[in-house]
């Protein structure tokens, strides 16, 4: 069978439908909205640090991350005069840590560059590291009323089924017309709301599964949904299975203390502490992946015992399992080559460091550590 040529998305439109559209979006969430921090405010720089810890992250996780951050940083210039460590310490749990490192580097910008004024310009939002043409937008619509359309997950669901679209959303083009899409949609006159109404019905109404199509404002002008194709739009590749890294990791112990190590500021989980260790080399015992890795990242001699745990988590792109052994050290004087810093310490302080959520979740199997594991994303 052929496959039908999807047609411009302009053209399954009219300046009538859209404006039905948005006057029925625009009711339906001053009616509907739910009741979320971010919304009692007209703050620039709360909303930014929410458009930032929402993204990839559910909102019931965000909540208590976005009052704990703004209670330590209420203002640019506290965050942009924190302390890094302390920072990723807050932050700690929440997540995808180069959007910290971005938001500390974005605050010392603003100040320097800004004067500490948050820019009321998409152009000028869009300059700042880790914010991108989403993020942008969101925070000049929402906070300074600017005409510019967000595209996100929720989004584009909602415009694929609107539009009847059958294009793969992960493709470059096809991103690019749902853009478009989404900026002649847009309701120039409220771009706050309307966005916030966009996203709200992806969240709340037309679900990825199952939408509820019956609650929906907007039902009589989906073209997805009378054509019963709902629940396949839009089209999802298959993802697949996630790749599997093997760790050893050491709790390499001197007395009753227990050598941590700072990762590199950038990359993964940069600037955050963890127990020493790293992949197995083909072939490879894992005790002796980690006497090989003890030496080459700290340039110390450690005899490893037995295995104390195995534990599993899962990162955006790929999984580790971590297997952990009691170490002890025996010789040497630690220099970090492969690390950024290192400390000794004692089980009972380990909770004062920010660590990776893998790590976390060796807590518990350590006699004396706080045992209060979170189970968030990395
Ligand atoms: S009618 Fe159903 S599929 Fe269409 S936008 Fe509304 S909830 Fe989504």
Redesign the pocket.
């Known amino acids: 069978m052929t496959r039908k040529k999807t047609k411009p998305v302009a053209s399954v439109d009219s300046t009538g439908r859209t404006r039905t559209i948005r006057r029925a979006l625009l009711a339906w969430f001053a009616a509907n909205a739910r009741d979320l921090p971010w919304r009692r405010t007209r703050d620039p720089y709360a909303i930014w640090i929410s458009e930032i810890m929402l993204q990839q992250t559910r909102i019931d996780t965000v909540i208590p991350y976005y009052h704990r951050f703004l209670g330590t940083f209420p203002t640019i210039s506290t965050l942009a005069s924190a302390d890094l460590d302390k920072l990723l310490k807050v932050w700690e749990g929440l997540g995808y840590y180069t959007r910290a490192r971005n938001l500390h580097k974005a605050a010392r910008a603003v100040v320097e560059l800004y004067a500490a004024q948050i820019p009321d310009t998409f152009e000028g939002l869009l300059s700042l590291p880790g914010v991108g043409r989403y993020t942008a937008a969101a925070v000049a619509s929402i906070a300074f009323g600017v005409p510019r359309a967000v595209l996100d997950g929720n989004v584009i ?2 415009l694929s ?2 539009d009847c679209v059958k294009d793969d959303p992960a493709k470059p083009k096809n991103r690019d017309k749902l853009w478009d899409r989404a900026e002649d949609l847009l309701d120039p006159a409220h771009p706050g709301d309307f966005n916030q109404a966009m996203m709200e ?1 992806g969240a709340t ?2 679900l990825p599964r199952n ?3 019956l609650a ?1 404002p ?2 009589v002008h ?1 073209l ?2 009378l054509a019963g194709l ?1 629940d396949k739009l839009p089209i999802r590749k298959k993802v697949p299975k996630l790749p599997l890294q093997v760790v050893a990791v050491g709790l390499i112990w001197k007395g009753r203390k227990l050598l941590i190590d700072k990762r590199k500021p950038e990359g993964l989980l940069g600037g955050l502490w963890e127990f020493p260790g790293g992949k197995r080399l083909r072939g490879e015992k894992l005790p002796a992946t980690i006497v090989r890795e003890a030496k080459e990242e700290l340039d110390i001699v450690i005899t490893p015992g037995p295995q104390l745990c195995v534990v599993e988590h899962a990162y955006s792109h790929f999984r580790v399992r971590l297997h952990v052994f009691d170490c002890h050290f025996v010789s040497g004087r630690v220099r970090c080559r492969g690390c950024d810093d290192f400390r000794w310490v004692r089980p009972q302080d380990l909770d004062r460091y920010a660590f990776p959520a893998a790590n976390r979740k060796i807590f518990p199997f350590i006699p004396g550590a706080d045992s209060a594991t979170k189970s968030e994303r990395d």
Do not use: E, N, Y
């Open positions: 669901r909602v089924r609107l019905l109404i037309c939408p509820l199509c929906c907007v039902a989906c997805a949904r709902q």
